[in-house]
């Protein structure tokens, strides 16, 4: 049998359609019809399973689970018989799957029983003998390694399975619709149905030449949403104090380095595109300060802490016709600067974030110039960030709290804005305030804001009272809450390295100690986290015997402010960056 199928890659590529060929109980795909061999199925060692969704269909290797969709359920339960039958023709007994969960479940009881065999017998070892005895003191570890590893294991069996009935219950409205969509080719009544057939089946080849962007729906592993961090052994001793110099455990940590949180400014980058065309300057300015709000938005969920950048790190992405450069410029103090371009605006600035420990929440007060140049009109606004709490660290539900009134001013035409982020109060209910007054060059009020940076902002017209949009937050991706609460923008900064062709050495992408936080390895992101830090206090030892100073690679120093130098995109010599990680 052979004929044409969806198959399920991950959640970055989603459904790509292949070519199957069903011969000698093995079965063959291609990228298309006589195209490129994609790789084979042994069904020897296979096991068939018809999905929950009629249109679908699982094979379990043993090794790894294949999933496949078919346009049809007809078309699904024809290959579904057509595999069994060719096992059954090789003399094969397929397994059924309750047999298989049974022989898989014989298995782990085998392994937990060998495992607590080994413990039971290092118990007797008397501790100062295992002390004394390196190659025995090994051996323990290396027990509790193979502990582990059967732990996760484990969890992937669960977690496939998970995800197979996750891929089975989504309703075929969302999911099941990208058939249709790839084969969208207009199909002339007058065509026979041969030509119907060939003319739907070159459409899907379009997949391999097609340069999609790549995209995930979560990240690798999963996390407990409702898993509480106890940050106070920690910060116990350190009530008013600078905290950037306290070492801090990366299960504090979320998978992403600051310089990918920087980046998550340009979230509610359309919101610029209508400042752009905007005629009237002081709409302009309305949604410029609608833009400097929503980029608060991603934050309402998100209370674990970002990786501290490397001196040196750099992030880079491009996306929605943006090209963005994040670089970390200071060590001490930690200072971050940004550029980003548009053949419509200009978007830098740099900002470096004073926290410390206030005894009931933690405070983070950031310093530093936004700018934001749109470059048909020449307009150019600066503003600064108000302050940051994060309540209930210790005891109880934690939230954000932003708050202070911030000014946006406009050095080409005076236009300004005051908008106020209402701290939130012990009897308040209400969170999440914004406000704003949009006034002329003369000081006249021409625009209000009202909202909530969370969800929406209005603005007003003071003129003719007419009210629009200016902020409306995105839906978040589905069960956001296992995956950091990450939006949509923020799941695809830390995408895995081969899926971003052409990066430099010192990208964030790279780190080793982020990486293995976000595959579930909290230990190896422990080992990696203290080996970088160790490495870059070396580094800047060396450089204070030498007499050296750190000169950041894209980033100067002008009027006080980091303005990104040129050169990055034009790059690069790969020997030319720092070895950081």
């Known amino acids: 049998m052979e004929g044409c199928l969806s198959k399920w890659t991950n959640y970055i590529y989603g459904w790509q359609k292949r070519h199957f060929v069903l011969e000698n109980n093995s079965l063959e795909y291609f990228n298309k019809k006589g195209g490129v061999h994609k790789g084979t199925i042994h069904l020897n060692t296979a096991i068939v399973y018809p999905g929950k969704n009629s249109k679908r269909i699982m094979i379990s290797t043993g090794c790894a689970r294949i999933y496949l969709k078919a346009s049809s359920a007809v078309l699904a339960k024809q290959w579904v018989d057509a595999m069994i039958l060719s096992q059954v023709s090789s003399g094969q007994k397929p397994q059924t799957a309750q047999e298989r969960h049974e022989t898989i479940q014989l298995h782990l009881n085998s392994l937990w029983g060998l495992q607590n065999s080994m413990e039971e017998k290092l118990s007797e070892v008397p501790k100062k003998l295992r002390d004394s005895n390196p190659a025995l003191s090994e051996f323990v570890n290396i027990s509790q390694s193979f502990k582990r590893l059967a732990l996760d294991v484990l969890n992937e069996i669960v977690e496939e399975h998970n995800q197979f009935n996750e891929l089975q219950d989504i309703e075929s409205s969302s999911i099941a619709s990208d058939y249709n969509k790839e084969n969208s080719t207009p199909v002339s009544p007058h065509q026979s149905a041969h030509e119907r057939e060939e003319s739907i089946y070159e459409d899907a080849v379009s997949h391999e030449d097609l340069q999609e962007e790549p995209y995930r729906t979560h990240l690798p592993v999963p996390r407990d949403p409702n898993k509480k961090i106890n940050i106070w052994k920690v910060i116990k001793d350190s009530v008013g104090k600078e905290l950037s110099k306290i070492a801090v455990p990366v299960y504090f940590n979320e998978p992403l380095s600051f310089l990918q949180r920087l980046a998550e400014e340009l979230t509610y980058n359309s919101i610029i595109h209508n400042a752009c065309r905007s005629q009237d300057p002081c709409l302009r300015l309305a949604y410029v300060a609608c833009f400097a709000v929503s980029a608060y938005s991603p934050t309402k969920h998100r209370f674990m802490k970002p990786f501290n950048p490397l001196l040196g790190e750099t992030f880079e992405l491009q996306k929605d016709g943006f090209k963005l450069l994040t670089e970390q410029v200071s060590h001490h103090p930690p200072v971050s600067a940004i550029h980003c371009s548009h053949e419509l605006y200009s978007f830098f600035g740099s900002t470096e974030i004073k926290n410390s420990f206030k005894g009931t929440h933690l405070r983070l007060h950031p310093s530093g110039l936004y700018n934001l140049q749109i470059h048909s009109t020449?307009?150019?606004?600066?503003?600064?960030?108000?302050?940051?709490?994060?309540?209930?660290?210790?005891?109880?539900?934690?939230?954000?709290?932003?708050?202070?009134?911030?000014?946006?001013?406009?050095?080409?035409?005076?236009?300004?804005?005051?908008?106020?982020?209402?701290?939130?109060?012990?009897?308040?209910?209400?969170?999440?305030?914004?406000?704003?007054?949009?006034?002329?060059?003369?000081?006249?009020?021409?625009?209000?804001?009202?909202?909530?940076?969370?969800?929406?902002?209005?603005?007003?017209?003071?003129?003719?009272?007419e009210e629009f949009e200016g902020f409306s937050e995105y839906p978040y991706p589905l069960k956001f809450e296992q995956n950091y609460f990450f939006s949509e923008f923020a799941m695809q900064l830390n995408l895995p390295p081969e899926l971003v062709p052409g990066l430099v050495p010192t990208d964030s992408r790279l780190r080793p100690d982020q990486r293995a936080l976000e595959n579930g390895n909290v230990d190896l992101a422990n080992t990696e986290k203290q080996r970088l830090e160790d490495k870059q206090r070396k580094a800047r030892k060396r450089r204070e015997e030498q007499g050296v100073e750190y000169t950041p690679q894209w980033f100067e120093l002008q009027e006080g402010q980091w303005v990104y130098k040129g050169g990055y995109w034009e790059k690069q010599n790969q020997e030319d960056f720092p070895d950081i990680f």
């Open 378 to 465: 020449n307009d150019h606004y600066v503003w600064e960030k108000p302050y940051t709490n994060v309540h209930n660290l210790i005891i109880g539900k934690m939230y954000v709290d932003h708050y202070g009134t911030f000014t946006i001013k406009n050095l080409k035409g005076q236009e300004y804005a005051e908008v106020t982020m209402k701290k939130k109060g012990w009897f308040n209910k209400e969170e999440h305030c914004v406000t704003g007054k949009v006034f002329n060059s003369e000081g006249q009020l021409r625009y209000s804001l009202d909202g909530k940076w969370s969800s929406q902002v209005k603005i007003k017209n003071e003129i003719t009272s």
